[in-house]
């Protein structure tokens, strides 16, 4: 069951929008300022936010661009009267993934919300994760805390190969047989790039006269 918050101060439509939405299977919490939105986000993860621009103590706006710059990526809809050029390029800007005006048809809303939580957790899917480290397999691409890391052809083998296989031990061999293709490979050859891949900060460990494996410390 997908998670949502709403942010509403307009009590009518609120208590509309959680009603129809549980309806439909969603799990609503609904807060009416953005003093408690924040503090909300705090607590709890969420699939999906639902925000009104002109609330109480902290608009949507400001909202949504302070969760951003904390790093908080959950997808976001603003629900709004406000339909000038200026306010939706400032949604967008604030870091809104959609932008629906009142008065609208639920029905749509509930497309929206349901295609924006499908490509979450298509992009989820695609992401091994462990301690701070993400690993992108659609792209082969290592990041830490969002950050970048460039590998060598030979270290993105190997990064690919023990996230494929995250807390399982893999034997030296096997590796050896994974990165040679057809080439020679040494244990010392690999031993160097292991340690090149844990200056990075990646928890592999040394399995005594079998292998190696990626595991939280």
Not at 140 to 156: C, G, H, M, Q, T
Not at 166 to 193: C, F, P, W, Y
């Amino acid at each position: 069951m997908a998670r949502l918050l709403l942010l509403e101060d307009d009590v009518n439509l609120a208590e509309t929008l959680v009603e129809l939405l549980e309806m439909e299977s969603f799990e609503v919490r609904w807060v009416s300022n953005g003093t408690q939105a924040l503090d909300a986000t705090f607590m709890h993860s969420y699939d999906l936010l639902l925000l009104d621009v002109n609330v109480p103590f902290v608009n949507g706006f400001e909202l949504l661009q302070q969760l951003r710059e904390s790093g908080d990526e959950t997808p976001a809809i603003f629900i709004t009267a406000m339909s000038d050029i200026a306010s939706l390029s400032q949604g967008f800007d604030a870091g809104a993934d959609d932008y629906i005006k009142k008065p609208f048809e639920f029905d749509e809303l509930v497309v929206r919300i349901s295609s924006l939580i499908r490509k979450r957790l298509k992009i989820k899917e695609n992401i091994i994760s462990i301690e701070e480290f993400q690993f992108h397999i659609d792209t082969n691409e290592l990041y830490r805390d969002k950050s970048f890391i460039a590998l060598s052809p030979v270290e993105l083998k190997l990064t690919t190969l023990l996230f494929k296989q995250i807390n399982t031990t893999i034997t030296k061999e096997n590796i050896l047989m994974e990165l040679s293709h057809g080439d020679e490979a040494s244990e010392g050859a690999l031993r160097v790039h292991i340690n090149k891949l844990r200056k990075h900060g990646l928890p592999i460990q040394t399995v005594k006269g079998t292998g190696y494996r990626l595991a939280s410390s």
